[in-house]
T-cell receptor
Framework: GQNIDQPTEMTATEGAIVQINCTYQ??????LFWYQQHAGEAPTFLSY??LDGLEEKGRFSSFLSRSKGYSYLLLKELQMKDSASYLC??????????WGAGTKLIIKP | TAGITQAPTSQILAAGRSMTLRCTQD?????MYWYRQDLGLGLRLIHY???????GKGEVPDGYSVSRANTDDFPLTLASAVPSQTSVYFC??????????????????FGSGTRLTVV
């Protein structure tokens, strides 16, 4: 079956760095997405990886290893506004997105 | 502001009643999707449409129907609501569907969601 695993909740300190991991199993693979979702709001697109390696975009970076079925989202210089849920999603052979349940990130001062 | 509009924002619905959740986008995206999001679960795909005039079933289609008469609108209908359909519903669109164009999908734009409570 198809499955996405990510931690349910993580806590980090303002100004620090946090890494949110995601493992996936899909029928075929056409890329890995990360979305941010603040409480009560819609998900918003953060990153897309289809090739192995690290993609950097400001304070956020995303990494993909296709052979390991593994990705992570790295958030640097954490700010209070980064408190949100982070959703990992993999695109399968039909280009449908399979979603993880999300990781709730709590930032403490 | 360009994007996706969902209506209503929230609704309390008696079990057995029917209801249509509306979704309109003005980005001319060809692919549209309906998801439900429940606490502790990921977004689950209900129905999708790769292009106007076509629809497909997602992971949890039972009890729901959709239509795609034109590019902009993608309504979701609950014919006879049941309490298990209590959820937050998100409509989304993307500017390409690999199934149609072969181009990679660089992300979905989501509507603000409809919170539905079936009692």
């Amino acid at each position: 079956g198809q499955n996405i695993d990510q931690p349910t909740e993580m806590t980090a300190t303002e100004g620090a760095i946090v890494q949110i991991n995601c493992t996936y199993q899909t029928s075929g693979f056409n890329g890995l997405f990360w979305y941010q979702q603040h409480a009560g709001e819609a998900p918003t697109f953060l990153s897309y990886n289809v090739l192995d390696g690290l993609e950097e975009k400001g304070r956020f970076s995303s990494f993909l290893s296709r052979s390991k079925g593994y990705s992570y989202l790295l958030l640097k210089e954490l700010q209070m506004k980064d408190s949100a849920s982070y959703l990992c999603a993999a695109s399968d052979s039909n280009y449908q997105l399979i979603w993880g349940a999300g990781t709730k990130l709590i930032i403490k001062p | 502001t360009a994007g996706i509009t969902q209506a209503p924002t929230s609704q309390i619905l008696a079990a057995g009643r029917s209801m249509t959740l509306r979704c309109t986008q003005d980005m001319r995206h060809n692919a549209m999707y309906w998801y439900r999001q429940d606490l502790g679960l990921g977004l689950r795909l209900i129905h999708y449409s790769n292009t106007a005039g076509t629809t497909g079933k997602g992971e949890v289609p039972d009890g729901y129907s959709v239509s795609r008469a034109n590019t902009d609108d993608f309504p979701l209908t609950l014919a006879s609501a049941v309490p298990s359909q209590t959820s937050v519903y998100f409509c989304a669109s993307s500017d390409s569907s690999e199934a149609v164009t072969g181009l990679p999908n660089y992300g979905y734009t989501f509507g603000s969601g409809t919170r539905l409570t079936v009692v």
